[in-house]
T-cell receptor
Framework: GQQVMQIPQYQHVQEGEDFTTYCNSSTTLSNIQWYKQRPGGHPVFLIQ?????EVKKQKRLTFQFGEAKKNSSLHITATQTTDVGTYFC?????????FGTGTRLQVFP | EAQVTQNPRYLITVTGKKLTVTCSQNMNHEYMSWYRQDPGLGLRQIYY???????DKGDVPEGYKVSRKEKRNFPLILESPSPNQTSLYFC??????????????FGPGTRLLVL
């Protein structure tokens, strides 16, 4: 079945350092979504990418969708302590959304 | 306020004792879904519903049942809970399902412990 892998599983960074998480699908995706889950909270939608090669920015966050629509990345520039949480990608090519395993980000002040 | 609500938020039960976790959304969304979240495994879909009276299995449906008699409600039923169903459960809804899934709005989660 369709699988969506995410790396790394954990990342610890010093405040001000950059952070990137990568998402890879075993099959071509129609779209990819990114969610953030704060500790003790629920996933909250960040963004959706649909087009091959698409790049979107939200302040310090940059999202990319690969040319083959099988991979994606989220890059955070100059992390802040408010960026702490788990970041999930979620891809679909049917009526199901398959979530990646998530990357837990810890930011040390 | 637009939201997805779940009840209960926390539940401790024993093996074999039937339980229901309710989920309700007030956004008139057609698509609703249940996920379980376990360490290292991310979010795995249990069941989903494209609309009233339409439900389908997700990736891990064994041991669970759902129903969608009304648009706003999508209860998750564990007929005979077992310890391997100890998990954090999330209900989610979106405007429509289909190839380009809309943003999913998640409920606050239900933490279940089965002894």
């Amino acid at each position: 079945g369709q699988q969506v892998m995410q790396i790394p599983q954990y990342q610890h960074v010093q405040e001000g350092e950059d952070f990137t998480t990568y998402c890879n699908s075993s099959t071509t995706l129609s779209n990819i979504q990114w969610y953030k889950q704060r500790p003790g909270g629920h996933p909250v939608f960040l963004i959706q990418l649909v087009k091959s090669g698409e790049v979107k920015k939200q302040k310090r966050l940059t999202f990319q969708f690969g040319e083959a629509k099988k991979n994606s990345s989220l890059h955070i520039t100059a992390t802040q302590t408010t960026d702490v949480g788990t970041y999930f990608c979620a891809g679909s090519n049917t009526d199901k959304l398959i979530f990646g395993t998530g990357t837990r980000l810890q930011v040390f002040p | 306020e637009a939201q997805v609500t779940q009840n209960p938020r926390y539940l401790i039960t024993v093996t074999g004792k039937k339980l229901t976790v309710t989920c309700s959304q007030n956004m008139n969304h057609e698509y609703m879904s249940w996920y379980r979240q376990d360490p290292g495994l991310g979010l795995r879909q249990i069941y989903y519903s494209m609309n009233v009276e339409v439900t389908d299995k997700g990736d891990v449906p064994e041991g669970y049942k759902v129903s969608r008699k009304e648009k706003r409600n999508f209860p998750l039923i564990l007929e005979s809970p077992s310890p391997n169903q100890t998990s954090l459960y999330f209900c989610a809804s979106s405007l429509n399902g289909g190839l380009l899934l809309e943003t999913q709005y998640f409920g606050p989660g239900t933490r279940l412990l089965v002894l």
